[in-house]
């Protein structure tokens, strides 16, 4: 399965990384493709790296600002011309997708993937990791979306929150493989 992180570049915290390799090394393991945006910094090197390390395949979807950034090693690296092309991209080549720990850009490439999804542009699984409750708040924003009638599809059917990479992977080999 080629699986599609969203996350973040940046360094951070180790309760953010150990759960990031944890689940980056199940994906791998499990003989899965990474997809991701294809920085070799921050927390997108840790997954990254944890992916390889467990001899998974790395599919890296850079963008021509952030190129020189790039892992310089992967199974295939394409450089977009625009955020626009690489969030394209990185849906075409993916099978699922997974969004973990960001910033703005995690949170625009999260929410543009649930717009497609709820108006029928694809129906890949889509799981928000939740690390350390990182999304606790965004839950409760998503949640009240669908309560008011923000959403006209179930909640459930757009997205599933996940409290550990286990029960990430899980979710989606089931939504895929099964």
Not at 35 to 48: F, H, Y
Not at 64 to 84: I, N, S
Not at 98 to 105: A, D, F, K, P, R
Request: with cysteine.
């Amino acid at each position: 399965m080629n699986i599609c992180v969203f996350l973040s570049a940046a360094d951070l915290d180790a309760r953010y990384t150990t759960p990031a390799r944890d689940f980056a090394i199940r994906l791998g393991k499990a003989g899965h493709t990474l997809v991701w945006g294809g920085s070799d910094t921050g927390l997108m090197k840790v997954v990254a790296d944890g992916v390889a390390d467990a001899g998974g395949r790395l599919v890296g979807v850079s963008v021509d600002f952030l190129a020189a950034k790039a892992r310089p090693v992967a199974d295939e690296m394409v450089v977009a011309g625009d955020l626009a092309e690489r969030k394209a991209l990185l849906l075409a080549k993916s099978d699922a997708i997974v969004i973990m720990v960001g910033g703005t850009g995690t949170l625009d490439e999260a929410t543009e993937i649930l717009e497609l999804k709820k108006h029928g542009k694809h129906d890949k699984p889509v799981v928000l990791l939740n690390t350390d409750g990182f999304y606790d708040g965004l839950k409760v924003q998503f949640q009240r979306m669908e309560d008011e009638g923000f959403l006209p599809r179930p909640l459930a059917d757009l997205v599933t929150f996940a409290d550990d990479g286990a029960e990430a992977l899980a979710h989606l080999e089931r939504a895929v493989l099964h």
